[in-house]
């Protein structure tokens, strides 16, 4: 029998190469055995744990969820760093839970509000020393927020900031009439919505009943975010349900993951709508009462006060 040339130089190689990949397969295997595997041509769902910060156990058990998951963190809280370095850590994204003033229950805001009767460099200073005190940020969703969500004015200085900082955003949706995630469009911000709060009704049942209202939310839409609580019944549910997607045939994926797909959508639809004009009809403004988004094409000065912008269409 004819030796083929150089096979005793390759087959050592390869033994080595099956070795190591069996074993690299073994230690992803055990550590993503509390996530589920990534299926093509599937529904997905996203899930964020907001209000983190105030409950270290609480915190610290849902920043051991599956490392889809993301953990949205309440701003200038005992323990938010600590879940914060943990949730990244583990792979986990890690989001602002921005407090926006509400029409009602104006208590539990917490530190670091955004509120109506803010001007815009008050407003500026308030954002940047809650994204200071929360480590990783690479998004927020709104914290309340009723009333400031509905803000024409406020919402378009937000979108400004996380345009300027490269961060999306996740409408909550704490009110019908709220006009963030829309703003957020205009300014070409990442962004999505919440389809369904896992635990308004804080009880195990109802739990179970909205988790099957997201699944049946993105079966049909191809997609659909969660929002729930570090709270005993959520948690309990979660560390349960989330391991067994497969069986369910739905894939759970990070909310960076979900904001890249949306943003790489609008860059293909951009370049088709490329031809049309974009800004129109530059006007003055005072930045402190400023809403409106600044055009690509100017470079303006932040602390400016009397500047020419365009009004986009």
């Known amino acids: 029998m004819r030796k083929i040339k150089g096979l005793n130089r390759v087959l050592p190689l390869l033994v080595i190469s099956l070795l190591i990949s069996a074993s690299m397969s073994a230690l992803l295997g055990e550590n993503l055995s509390y996530g589920p595997?990534?299926?093509?041509?599937?529904?997905?769902?996203?899930?964020?744990?907001?209000?983190?910060?105030?409950?270290?156990?609480?915190?610290?058990?849902a920043a051991k969820l599956p490392p889809q998951v993301a953990l949205s963190i309440l701003p200038h809280t005992s323990f938010s760093d600590e879940i914060a370095h943990l949730g990244k850590q583990r792979g986990m994204d890690i989001l602002l839970h921005q407090p926006m003033e509400s029409l009602t229950n104006l208590s539990l805001l917490g530190p670091g509000p955004l509120l109506k009767n803010m001007n815009r460099r008050q407003f500026n200073q308030v954002l940047d020393e809650n994204l200071k005190v929360v480590p990783f940020v690479i998004g927020l969703n709104n914290h309340m927020g009723s009333l400031l969500t509905a803000d024409k004015q406020k919402m378009n200085w937000l979108m400004e900031e996380l345009k300027y900082r490269d961060l999306f955003f996740i409408d909550s949706r704490t009110t019908t009439e709220t006009i963030a995630e829309n703003t957020a469009q205009v300014w070409q911000v990442p962004t999505e919505r919440r389809k369904v709060f896992l635990d308004h009704i804080d009880e195990p049942e109802a739990i179970a009943v909205q988790f099957q209202r997201l699944l049946s939310i993105a079966e049909k839409n191809g997609h659909a975010?969660?929002?729930?609580?570090?709270?005993?019944?959520?948690?309990?549910?979660?560390?349960?349900?989330?391991?067994?997607?497969?069986?369910?045939?739905?894939?759970?994926?990070?909310?960076?993951?979900?904001?890249?797909?949306?943003?790489?959508?609008k860059s293909i639809k951009k370049l088709h709508d490329s031809t049309e004009p974009v800004y129109v009809d530059c006007y003055y403004f005072d930045l402190n009462n400023y809403n409106y988004p600044r055009p690509k094409s100017l470079r303006l000065m932040r602390d400016s006060i009397d500047i020419i912008d365009c009004l986009i269409h």
Do not use: C, W, Y
């Open 37 to 61: 595997l990534i299926k093509k041509n599937i529904p997905t769902i996203t899930v964020i744990i907001d209000d983190i910060g105030n409950n270290r156990l609480l915190g610290l058990r």
């Open 225 to 265: 975010i969660a929002i729930g609580h570090p709270r005993e019944n959520t948690l309990n549910f979660l560390e349960q349900k989330l391991t067994h997607l497969d069986g369910l045939q739905f894939n759970l994926i990070p909310v960076s993951q979900l904001m890249a797909d949306i943003s790489s959508i």
